[in-house]
């Protein structure tokens, strides 16, 4: 078996692993990053692009993209079984999906540090337009393999794209600086 960067099969062949795994790993994550209230008040001490979304707005949109998303993964693994589940290119597929899939879940995974962890909001942009990449690369695949869950995945593209535009809008804005560290704030 080659080597592979893809999360084992087992947790996208259980559809409550498959949802749970980024759901939890992008809540530790955002825990994390979000200790003592920081990364709020960062958000709301920053210069903002035009139609920026409230704080509270990220923590519900996160748990349903990252659900869909999950779920998204789940469905593949079970459609790509029924519908061709012996074949040698299948497997290669799968594989291919599965690296696909876990790779971007690390790279969106990265992003909440990049940016208000290390307050690099151009280390974030590249890291978000690696995403966007890799995301574009999943989901056409899905396209011609699994249409639902390609479908699952399209309000996570969409929320990636406008993602991107805040990330570069409030780059612009804010000199590519995001405060520096204080005492306070560590």
């Known amino acids: 078996m080659a080597w592979s960067i893809a999360l084992p099969?087992?947790?996208?062949?259980?559809?409550?692993?498959?949802?749970?795994?980024?759901?939890?790993?992008?809540?530790l994550i955002g825990y994390l990053v979000n200790r003592k209230g920081k990364t709020k008040r960062t958000y709301?001490?920053?210069?903002?692009?035009?139609f920026?979304?409230?704080?509270?707005l990220f923590g519900p949109m996160w748990m349903m993209l990252y659900g869909t998303m999950g779920y998204?993964?789940?469905?593949?693994?079970?459609a790509g079984h029924s519908a061709i589940a012996s074949s040698t290119a299948a497997q290669s597929l799968g594989t291919n999906w599965e690296s696909l899939y876990t790779s971007q879940?690390?790279?969106?995974?990265?992003?909440?540090?990049?940016f208000f962890g290390l307050r690099r909001p151009k280390l974030a942009l590249a890291?978000?337009?690696?995403?966007?990449a890799n995301v574009a690369a999943l989901?056409?695949?899905w396209w011609k393999s699994d249409r639902t869950a390609f479908w699952l995945m399209v309000p996570y593209a969409a929320w990636l794209g406008f993602a991107t535009y805040l990330n570069i809008g409030v780059g612009v804005l804010n000199k590519w600086t995001i405060g520096g560290t204080s005492k306070k704030d560590e």
């Open 44 to 50: 709301q001490s920053l210069r903002q692009p035009p």
């Open 139 to 141: 989901i056409h695949t």
């Open 9 to 27: 099969r087992e947790i996208f062949a259980s559809p409550i692993l498959s949802v749970a795994t980024p759901t939890t790993a992008g809540l």
């Open 52 to 56: 920026y979304p409230p704080p509270w």
């Open 72 to 78: 998204a993964a789940h469905h593949a693994t079970v």
């Open 105 to 114: 879940l690390a790279l969106n995974f990265l992003w909440m540090p990049l």
């Open 127 to 132: 890291n978000i337009t690696l995403l966007g």
